[in-house]
Antibody
Framework: QVQLQESGPGLVKPSQSLSLTCIVS??????????WTWIRQHPGKGLEWIGY???????NYSPSLTGRISISLDTSKNQFSLRLASVTAADTAIYYC????????????????WGQGTMVTVSS | DIQMTQSPSSLSASVGDRVTVTCRAS??????LNWYQQIPGRAPKLLIY???SLQSGVPSRFGGSGSGTDFTLTISSLQPEDFATYYC?????????FGQGTKVEF
């Protein structure tokens, strides 16, 4: 079955970069029809879409993070990664990777698979 | 960005109750609306996609309706495992945006 698993440091210092990886198993990330997505949730708050990378390598980012964010694909390891530069305490959150399944024939475009999430704290 | 507004922010209900959560989009999004359930400490789970379609494996007591700007999630008979927070999300354009959540409490 398809599984997503986030990995990365749980603590990042202010002004440094946050780097997370999502390891995907059960399906090739090179397969069309998916956007490989990052979503975060500030403690006790709602969900915030960060951005995605498609199977072809094209990326789409949240305007609120443009300039600080980069999402990349590593097909050889079947994983995708998030890099967020110049972090502040406002970037403290649970970070989820998710699969955005796109099936136009069914009008389906939804996050149908999620990782368990990883808590990242920005603090000195 | 499309703003998604849910109501209520929280509600109290009992097992067996019929529960309704509403979601309003700041512009028309057709039926590009999904619903998720989040249990504390867990990742969100897809319940409904394209406003009305039940995700595989989700109990039939969950239902979705609406189009344009106004949408509804209904739980026909609340079960103990349904006490959670529910989010709507638009897939009409990017950035994808979520409602602020509705917490269903005992």
């Amino acid at each position: 079955q398809v599984q997503l698993q986030e990995s990365g440091p749980g603590l990042v210092k202010p002004s440094q970069s946050l780097s997370l990886t999502c390891i995907v198993s059960g399906i090739s990330i090179s397969r069309g029809g998916y956007h490989w997505t990052w979503i975060r949730q500030h403690p006790g708050k709602g969900l915030e879409w960060i951005g995605y990378i498609s199977y072809s390598g094209s990326a789409n980012y949240s305007p609120s993070l443009t300039g600080r964010i980069s999402i990349s694909l590593d097909t050889s390891k079947n994983q995708f990664s998030l890099r967020l530069a110049s972090v502040t305490a406002a970037d403290t959150a649970i970070y989820y990777c998710a699969r955005d399944l796109i099936m136009p024939a069914m009008s389906k475009d939804a996050f149908d698979m999620w990782g368990q999430g990883t808590m990242v704290t920005v603090s000195s | 960005d499309i703003q998604m507004t849910q109501s209520p922010s929280s509600l109290s209900a009992s097992v067996g109750d019929r529960v309704t959560v509403t979601c309003r989009a700041s512009q028309s999004i057709g039926t590009s609306l999904n619903w998720y359930q989040q249990i504390p400490g867990r990742a969100p789970k897809l319940l409904i996609y394209a406003a009305t379609s039940l995700q595989s494996g989700v109990p039939s007591r969950f239902g979705g309706s609406g189009s344009g700007t106004d949408f509804t999630l209904t739980i026909s008979s609340l079960q103990p495992e349904d006490f959670a927070t529910y989010y709507c999300q638009q897939s009409y354009n990017t950035p994808r945006t979520f409602g602020q959540g509705t917490k269903v409490e005992f």
